[in-house]
């Protein structure tokens, strides 16, 4: 198996993602020096997974390159955006090392630049008529909102299964994900046997993501950008929560401070140290490593392709990242 940072290296010098970083300058520039500002500083430092996905997924084949470069920057927006308004419902402070717009400049200046983010990407999807991407990519909209707002009605709620969790993730990451590798297929004519089997890829490959992130909630890495723990801090119950909950000799006492909220630095390391010493971890990393073999397993069915390579080794990069 590639390291890492050999995987890294194949996958960002593509000449196609230049392109992209053009398109998206371009797209984001605004009459408006504060506006092009804003965006400018969250499409900074992003490791573009949603655009190389549609690169890749549309190389099987013969394409448009205008096309594809449009779409894969729309992708690129749509997650932008996505990212503020989550900042603003977590209230953070911090997103990618650097201030989030809400934190510096208000709420009311964030909605307004994750708005403009969303209509510059709708804007790319009708200029080339790219209709069936645009209601793909406005459905995988609803899905998350559907899903954000499923999660805040279960915050700090004990009673979250796994499964609820499974739905929650399959809305807010999953299907985007999923999404995109549809997006790459669709503007290659991809046959639609080979089509399906290349969005189950991206589906699995969205699980494995998330739960990775999950146990990077959990390190103390200034990579994330995100404070530790952040996701019991907000009351999300995410999978390595959900297992300590039904831990037998941890599990009651997590569920006393999460029903209380009661986050006082000694809770805190209660937390932390049970989460390490008691497998949740482990049980989440191989419920991640099920989602990538079952990612892989799609990827044979799909034509022999330089592009196949790559996707096995950034399903790999899914669950080793750092960040």
């Not at 984001?28 to 490791?47: A, I």
């Not at 209660?270 to 949740?280: D, I, K, P, Q, S």
Request: proline content about 4%; overall charge negative.
């Amino acid at each position: 198996m590639a390291t890492v940072k050999e995987i890294l290296k194949e996958i960002y010098l593509m000449p196609e993602l230049k392109l992209v970083e053009k398109k998206l300058e371009e797209t984001v520039t605004s009459k408006s020096s504060l506006m092009t500002n804003f965006t400018g500083q969250m499409l900074k430092g992003g490791k573009r997974l949603r655009p190389l996905l549609i690169i890749l997924s549309a190389s099987f084949y013969p394409h448009s390159t205008i096309s594809l470069v449009e779409a894969a920057a729309a992708a690129e927006l749509i997650h932008t955006a996505s990212l503020v308004h989550d900042d603003i419902i977590d209230k953070s402070f911090q997103r990618r090392g650097m201030p989030t717009i809400n934190s510096e400049w208000g709420n009311h200046t964030a909605v307004l630049t994750g708005d403009f983010l969303f209509a510059k990407s709708f804007e790319l999807l009708t200029k080339n008529k790219e209709y069936e991407i645009l209601e793909l990519m406005t459905y995988t909209i609803s899905l998350m909102c559907e899903g954000e707002i499923e999660q805040a009605h279960k915050t700090w709620d004990c009673t979250k299964t796994e499964n609820d969790y499974l739905e929650q993730i399959y809305k807010k990451t999953s299907f985007f994900i999923s999404a995109c590798c549809q997006a790459g297929g669709i503007l290659c004519s991809m046959p639609h046997e080979e089509l399906r089997h290349l969005a189950d890829y991206g589906l699995h490959l969205g699980y494995a993501y998330q739960m990775t992130d999950d146990m990077l909630d959990f390190s103390s890495s200034p990579l994330t950008g995100k404070p530790e723990e952040n996701d019991l801090i907000q009351g999300n119950l995410n999978l390595p929560l959900l297992f300590l909950i039904k831990h037998p000799s941890y599990g009651e006492r997590i569920k006393g401070i999460i029903q209380n909220r009661d986050l006082n630095p000694e809770n805190m390391e209660f937390v932390r140290a049970a989460v390490h010493e008691c497998g949740a971890l482990e049980y989440t990393y191989q419920k991640s490593k099920e989602r990538v073999m079952r990612a892989k397993a799609n990827l044979q069915y799909l034509p022999p392709a330089p592009a196949k390579k790559v996707l096995l080794n950034l399903a790999d990069y899914i669950i080793n990242r750092k960040r």
